[in-house]
């Protein structure tokens, strides 16, 4: 156990719709990293938030977005979801964005 | 761009045997980390190794060793005394020192045959 949460499990939908993903990071870490893994595109990075700013964007579509709350959890939306977008969804979280990531679980997103 | 490439997408190896998973990066930075990461079938990612760019002995944990070849770009990872709980997928992935973004290889899937 790494210590991050993310939530729910699993999340099927359709597509057009609209979703949100939540991540807790372990105690004491004020970074979180958002990533996709699909079959197509392998394991891209997303986001970074650092204790409730954004740090850094990777290869996020203009359809998602993120926000880390003052408790430091942060969430996943993803919006006008097609079916492209069906992938496992991680969570990481580290102390500083020197230090190692620590994963979650994932969401497995299914857009049907 | 920073790349990372496994040129294996699969590999086998008899238990209790060792084997070794290829990796090549390609930067123009001098300093930054280099990790191996495995994804069992519960899809959870776990850090197995991890290895500074200005280190220049090779990383070990346990029976996991690397070989670090920083001229030549190359960070394989060697497991030795092969365990039916090492099959998985291993991804070789790099960062920046003060960067925030891992950028990952392709994956190796790894059996291990009793």
């Known amino acids: 156990d790494s210590g991050v949460t993310q939530t729910p499990k699993h999340l099927i939908t359709a597509t057009g719709q609209r979703v949100t993903l939540r991540c807790s990071p372990r105690?004491?870490?004020?970074?979180v990293y958002w990533y996709q893994q699909s079959l197509d595109q392998g394991l891209q990075f997303l986001i970074h938030?650092?204790?409730?700013?954004?740090?850094a964007k990777g290869n996020i579509l203009e359809r998602f977005s993120a926000q880390q709350f003052p408790d430091l959890h942060s969430e996943l939306n993803l919006s006008s979801l097609e079916l492209g977008d069906s992938a496992l969804y991680f969570c990481?979280?580290?102390?500083?964005?020197?230090?190692?990531?620590?994963f979650g679980p994932g969401t497995r997103l299914t857009v049907l | 761009a920073q790349t990372v490439t496994q040129s294996q997408p699969e590999m086998s190896v008899q238990e209790a045997e060792t084997v070794t998973l290829s990796c090549t990066y390609d930067t123009s930075e001098s300093d930054y980390y280099l990790f191996w990461y495995k994804q069992p079938p519960s899809r959870q990612m776990i850090l197995v190794i991890r290895?500074?760019?200005?280190?220049?002995q090779n990383a070990t944990e346990n029976r996991f060793s690397v070989n670090f070849q920083k001229a030549a770009k190359s960070f394989s990872l060697k497991i030795s005394d092969s365990q039916l709980g090492d099959a998985a997928m291993y991804f070789c992935a790099y960062k920046e020192t003060s960067g925030s973004r891992l950028t990952f290889g392709e994956g190796t899937q790894l059996t291990v045959n009793p």
């Open positions: 105690s004491g870490d004020l970074s």
């Open positions: 990481a979280s580290s102390i500083h964005f020197r230090d190692r990531r620590y």
């Open positions: 938030y650092y204790n409730g700013e954004e740090r």
């Open positions: 290895q500074e760019a200005y280190k220049q």
